[in-house]
């Protein structure tokens, strides 16, 4: 489907890997300009290149936009290269722990740390983008949020509650952004297949004995440790797909909303 997305200007935080990976080449395929981001040289201009060969204009950068230092380079790189963006996807960020801390394992810092890369990152690119947007009367905001902002765990308590503050800044924004022709939209993503995930499936497949053929470890993992209406796990491709939608004018209707791409999993309604 042609998403009249074809020279938009994307930037995709956090699209060396992974879920933004996904949304960069799905955006590409779109015929999208796009600028990919990460913070590994090699991994983001190894999809960049890769994306290049779709025969679209891809540039790549770097910096952790967890810092201003860091996001004020990332900033200027795109400005100087392409002068603003029409479509930005906030999709960089993370917990910035390993494992599943309990709540009172988890550090002030780790806190402080955690809001600044899953929403002052955010903060700091509006401000930078959206006049843009503004002036030309045209732009999509998307965030990509998480299950955990609508159904937080009694682990890892600073990254739910830094996806929970994000699903109030989307709205925020997109009143703030009334009539201006940008929509601003989150999309919350469900258990989707990256490379991280397969690891940590396989190997709980081991320890359960559910040996290594992938389709039946996928079967049992989605319908016996964690049940989904469909018995697969999601692809990076089902939230590039969302994403590409939602930037489109066939969406121009939408804004404000929490768009969960998460086979049912998550008990909130929205």
């Known amino acids: 489907m042609d998403l009249g997305l ?14 933004g990976a996904g949304i960069a080449e799905v955006l590409a395929d779109e015929g999208a300009t796009l600028f990919v981001h990460g913070r590994d040289a090699q991994r983001t201009e190894a999809i960049a290149a890769r ?19 860091g996001a004020h380079s990332v900033i200027k790189a795109v ?16 917990s910035g722990v390993h494992g599943n801390p309990a709540w009172f394992d988890v550090s ?28 030309r009367g045209w732009g999509r ?25 994000l699903n109030n800044l989307t709205l925020s924004l997109s009143k703030a952004l009334s009539h ?28 359960l004995n559910w040996g290594d053929d ?16 469909v018995a697969r796990i999601g692809r990076v491709e089902d939230i590039g797909n969302m994403v590409a939608l939602i930037a489109s004018d066939r969406c121009s209707y939408v804004t404000g909303a929490n768009i969960r791409v998460d086979c049912g999993h998550a008990s909130a309604v929205n």
């Open 180 to 207: 201006t022709g940008i929509t601003v939209n989150t999309i919350s993503p469900g258990a989707i297949l990256t490379p991280a995930l397969e690891a940590w499936i396989r190997d709980l497949a081991r320890q």
């Open 141 to 165: 905001i998307v965030n990509i949020g998480s299950g955990s902002g609508m159904q937080p765990l009694a682990t890892i308590p600073h990254y739910g509650a830094s996806k929970a503050a």
């Open 51 to 69: 994306l290049r060969k779709k025969n679209v204009e891809v540039h790549s950068v770097l910096g952790d936009l967890g810092s201003d230092a």
């Open 108 to 135: 002030l810092d780790t806190w402080l740390n955690g809001y600044s890369q899953n929403v002052g990152a955010i903060v700091r690119l509006c401000h930078a983008f959206v006049p843009g947007m503004q002036q």
């Open 214 to 229: 992938w389709a039946t470890i996928e079967r049992r993992y989605t319908t016996e440790f964690f049940p989904l209406p």
């Open 79 to 94: 400005l100087d290269r392409l002068g603003g963006v029409d479509i930005l996807v906030n999709n960089a960020g993370g």
């Open 6 to 19: 074809k020279g938009r200007r994307a930037l995709v935080t956090g699209s060396s890997s992974g879920i």
